[in-house]
């Protein structure tokens, strides 16, 4: 047993501290139902303390130099850098991801906190603006929101929890984070481990292993947190979003996504393919940012199916833990359920099964599904799961209306020889990101990071993410007698 597995303890106010509810989750490794670890739940007092800890050490936080954090972020990374090995092991137990994922995984999280290092010092920052009144100075502070609620969720745990972390911590704000109770340890431990040993002072961060049958909605509607991050499905960011409305809160959310991959009649077919085979099966098809939908013009879509059929045939799946994998197993049993009802779904509206994949345990092999109708309910949900729908176009501009035809925007991509004319169609494609000649899979930690329409409110990346993780403040200095009307 390794390091982290033996720390099943929340983080707060620099302590790991038991839960106290009296109640022991099973963290469970999704291939093979064995038992990583045995995690004590934490209870709301415990939530509350967090709160109320994360509120005092922040009023601190916020006035430490860009050099202590800094090297608090520098630190942070080194840890992880240090503990790569066992760290990508444990990605890959908990979450059920391949070797590749997890490596992905661990790498773009250190992407987002190398970023944090070039807007850690926007906090402080003051700029003088014009005043129409003699001898006014106006002045524009840029400060600490506050305390951030953090809710990650559990198919890249360490990289989405990251993503509201650093920039909080770098920004001067505290945080009280809940993860994935099903990834806790990967969502959770390791970044109070790493925080710990980057000297981050006691309170800043604050990790809660606990669920939702025990906070309800605490995490939301608890008064000092002034920003909700939230990771996750449109029906729970609906939610969030109205309890956060109801009590003035900010909220920071990346929702469910609808990805459309849309081939057009001048696309090169073979680097299409290649493109889709990533992009809808990495991790089992469990990212937001998952192709969901293949949309394919009629003079490409025969050879297309034709080849994407045959590669995902060659795909290797089963232990994730095997190097040669690519499909592993889904996180849980109810994930699980939910797919191969997708799969009843698409037959029993008319689709034709190109290739019928089968349950291996929590292993679900690829289903590849032609004649689907854009606009029929499987079509319209998010998968989650190896499961492709290939949907035909009679034109180029039927193609990019069924893109749109949903009410998620969060992702796509657009193949096409013409590279003048995918940009143009990239523009009319209601989503937050488009990639042409690419796949839907694509983050960066400099790049304005968020969905349109149901698929979330916010931008995260830098420079984007500084005003939604600070404030701004007008400071007026009269410098000369002001004479007044009246």
């Known amino acids: 047993m390794q390091q982290f597995e033996t720390i099943t303890k929340s983080y707060i106010n620099g302590q790991w501290v038991k839960g106290n509810t009296g109640r022991v989750y099973s963290d469970l490794n999704p291939y093979d139902n064995s038992v990583i670890a045995e995690v004590n739940i934490a209870s709301k007092a415990q939530m509350e303390e967090a709160f109320e800890t994360a509120a005092a050490a922040q009023k601190e936080w916020a006035k430490s130099s860009v050099e202590e954090r800094k090297a608090v972020i520098e630190k942070t990374a080194e840890y992880l850098k240090e503990h790569r090995e066992e760290i990508v092991q444990l990605v890959s137990r908990e979450t059920g991801g391949t070797i590749l994922k997890a490596n992905v995984e661990l790498h773009l999280a250190l992407e987002v906190l190398e970023e944090a290092l070039n807007y850690a010092g926007e906090v402080g920052e003051v700029r003088e603006v014009p005043a129409g009144v003699e001898g006014k100075v106006n002045r524009i502070y840029r400060l600490p929101l ?15 929890s990251m993503r509201t972390i650093a920039p909080a911590i770098a920004l001067g704000n505290a945080v009280v984070h809940k993860p994935d109770i099903q990834v806790g340890l990967v969502g959770g431990v390791v970044l109070a481990k790493a925080f710990e040993y980057a000297g981050l002072p006691a309170g800043v961060f604050n990790m809660l292993l606990t669920d939702v049958e ?115 197993p889904l996180v849980n049993e109810r994930q699980l359920e939910k797919a191969l009802g997708f799969v009843e779904m698409a037959k ?14 929590n292993v679900l ?115 000369k007698a002001r004479q007044f009307p009246f």
């Open 146 to 160: 506050g305390v951030i609620s953090s809710i990650s969720p559990f198919n890249f745990p360490i990289n989405l």
């Open 214 to 328: 025990e906070m309800g909605d605490d995490m939301l509607s608890h008064p000092i947190p002034r920003l909700i991050s939230f990771t996750g499905s449109t029906v729970v960011g609906r939610h969030i979003g109205e309890i956060a409305g109801r009590n003035l809160k900010r909220v920071a959310l990346e929702l469910g996504g609808n990805s459309p991959f849309v081939v057009l009649s001048d696309a090169d077919v073979d680097q299409a393919v290649n493109a889709a085979i990533f992009g809808k099966y990495i991790h089992q098809g469990q990212i937001c940012m998952i192709i969901n939908r293949i949309i394919v013009h009629k003079d490409q879509h025969d050879a297309f199916v034709e080849k994407f059929v045959e590669r995902t045939k060659g795909l290797a799946a089963g232990n994730p833990q095997d190097p040669n994998t690519v499909i592993g």
């Open 348 to 361: 029993k509206e008319g689709a034709a099964v190109a290739l019928e994949g089968k349950r291996e345990g």
């Open 365 to 479: 092999t690829p289903f590849i599904f032609t004649d689907v109708k854009n606009d029929g309910e499987v079509a319209q949900k998010e998968l989650f799961g190896p499961i492709a729908l290939i949907i035909k176009a009679d034109s180029d501009e039927e193609a990019i209306t069924m893109a749109n035809d949903t009410e998620a925007g969060l992702s796509s991509a657009i193949f096409t020889s013409d590279l003048e004319k995918g940009e143009q169609y990239a523009l009319q494609l209601d989503t937050g990101m488009t990639h042409i000649n690419d796949q839907t899979v694509n983050d960066a930690p400099n790049i304005p990071f968020g969905g349109n329409k149901a698929s979330g409110m916010g931008r995260f990346g830098n420079p984007w993410v500084v005003d939604e993780f600070t404030v701004t403040k007008w400071v007026s200095v009269q410098t």
